[in-house]
Nanobody
Framework: EVQLVESGGGLVQAGGSLRLSCAPSGIAFDDYAIGWFRQAPGKEREGISCISGDNSTWYVDSVKSRFTISADSAKNTVNLHMNSLKPEDTGVYYC???????????????????WGKGTLVTVSS
């Protein structure tokens, strides 16, 4: 069975940093674009960042220069390093995967092949 297991969520103060990890299993790592969506309370789920097998990346404008996505194929993980966190970054962060590229990730919430269960990130002011 395919699984995307997120870890690293928690409570952090504004201006702080947090690292999220996604560990896929049951799929060929390099055959998929893997990245993150988040959903704040009362808001729609939005694409945040993505990395493809060729290491090309995409970020939504609101997190550019603050978040960095990376992939470690040897460890079979995708990491999202989040810096300078703001209260508006609060939400449930979901790892997701689709074959095969990041293009259009910002409008692809219904096109994902697989979803993780999510991890909660809370940023206090």
């Amino acid at each position: 069975e395919v699984q995307l297991v997120e870890s690293g969520g928690g409570l952090v103060q504004a201006g702080g940093s947090l690292r999220l990890s996604c560990a896929p299993s049951g799929i060929a790592f390099d055959d998929y674009a893997i990245g993150w969506f988040r959903q704040a309370p009362g808001k729609e789920r939005e694409g945040i960042s993505c990395i493809s097998g060729d290491n090309s990346t995409w970020y939504v404008d609101s997190v550019k220069s603050r978040f960095t996505i990376s992939a470690d194929s040897a460890k079979n993980t995708v990491n999202l390093h989040m810096n300078s966190l703001k209260p508006e970054d609060t939400g449930v962060y979901y790892c997701a995967a689709r074959a095969i590229i990041c293009t259009g990730w910002d409008d692809a919430v219904y096109d994902m092949d697989y979803w993780g269960k999510g991890t909660l990130v809370t940023v206090s002011s």
